[in-house]
């Protein structure tokens, strides 16, 4: 498994990314810097990691996900290649069009620095296969604009085709209501692209990989895509 | 030749913003005002004369990147 992490002005969870994808797939990801215009040869996996790029100027993730690196990224989710945004990698891949939608405000408007229960929808992506379908795993979140929203239409086709990826829940897996930290739509936390190569998801799976901070329930996610591409 | 560019949320978008600013107006006694909606101005210098020319590049500025319309609606003064 290679992979890339790219860097943006403002990123600040791309080491913790570096560190979960080292203890996974055994190698060290590349760093890539925003006006870079190629991934490296044989890349398999492109990670937006988490923080506030170009000071979530503009909207969230709006400026990166129009840079140079963008267009070399959308090449290769074209051929299939595996794309990952934790935080606001998610919302660059929002705004940049390779996921539908869009992360609002949270609706209680306050940033949400927590830890948090999620419902694994699938795991029949590479993404998701070393966990069980509706696992409940305890992550953190810590976002300002988490608020999932997009047209009927997009949602309701997220759900028919079973893009879903990660619901917000309780400790018992209970899902809506108090248990949505940002009142997003249908309480989602995460979603696929059609091909399910592009994963978009709010929580930091990555910080939760060593018993030492809190849990390991992030780890499988790295492990399975560790054992996605060899 | 100078331009504005409105950008608002479409009708229906939640507007959390707008609505704690409508709170903050009514805790400041300012009576009468409701559906707060937030939004955003642009103004740039075009360096054209041709007007029509200038409202497609901002239509493109726009449509690429000053407004997401998925929940932005935008509107171009020249």
């Known amino acids: 498994m290679k992979s890339a992490i790219i860097v943006f002005p403002g990123s600040n969870r791309e080491f913790d990314m570096a560190r979960a994808l080292e203890r996974s797939t055994g190698r060290s990801p590349e760093m890539l810097w925003h006006a870079d215009h190629d991934l490296p040869a044989g890349t398999d996996l492109v990670v937006l990691p988490g923080g506030f790029s170009y000071g979530d100027y503009l909207r969230c993730g709006a400026i990166a996900g129009r840079t140079t690196i963008m267009e070399a990224v959308r090449k290769h989710a074209a051929r299939g290649g595996l794309v990952l945004g934790v935080c606001n990698g998610f919302q660059i891949l929002c705004e940049s069009g390779l996921l539908p939608g869009i992360l609002m405000r949270n609706a209680n408007l306050r940033f949400i620095c927590k830890m948090q229960y999620l419902r694994v929808e699938q795991n029949n992506t590479a993404f998701t296969r070393n966990y069980e379908s509706g696992e409940i795993i305890k992550v953190c979140i810590a976002h300002g604009e988490g608020n999932y929203e997009a047209d009927e239409t997009t949602i309701e086709a997220l759900e028919k085709d079973g893009r879903v990826a990660f619901r917000y829940c309780d400790a018992a897996g209970l899902i809506g209501g108090r248990e949505n930290p940002n009142g997003s739509r249908n309480d989602i936390a995460g979603i696929y692209s059609q091909q399910r190569n592009i994963l978009g998801l709010m929580p930091h799976p990555e910080n939760l990989i060593d018993p030492l901070v809190g849990g390991t329930d992030g780890l499988k996610l790295f492990e399975s895509l560790g054992s996605a591409a060899a | ?78």
Not at chain 2, 13 to 30: C, M, Y
Not at chain 2, 31 to 45: A, Y
């Open chain 2, 1 to 78: 030749m100078k331009a504005r560019i409105v950008v608002t949320l479409k009708n229906g978008v939640l507007d959390p913003q707008g609505k704690a600013i409508e709170g903050a107006l009514e805790a400041l006694n300012i009576k009468g005002v409701s559906n707060v909606r937030q939004g955003k101005v642009f103004d740039v210098d075009i360096f054209t004369d041709d007007s029509v020319a200038a409202k497609q590049n901002l239509q493109a500025a726009c449509e690429k990147l000053l407004a997401n319309t998925v929940i932005e609606n935008y509107s171009i003064e020249i």
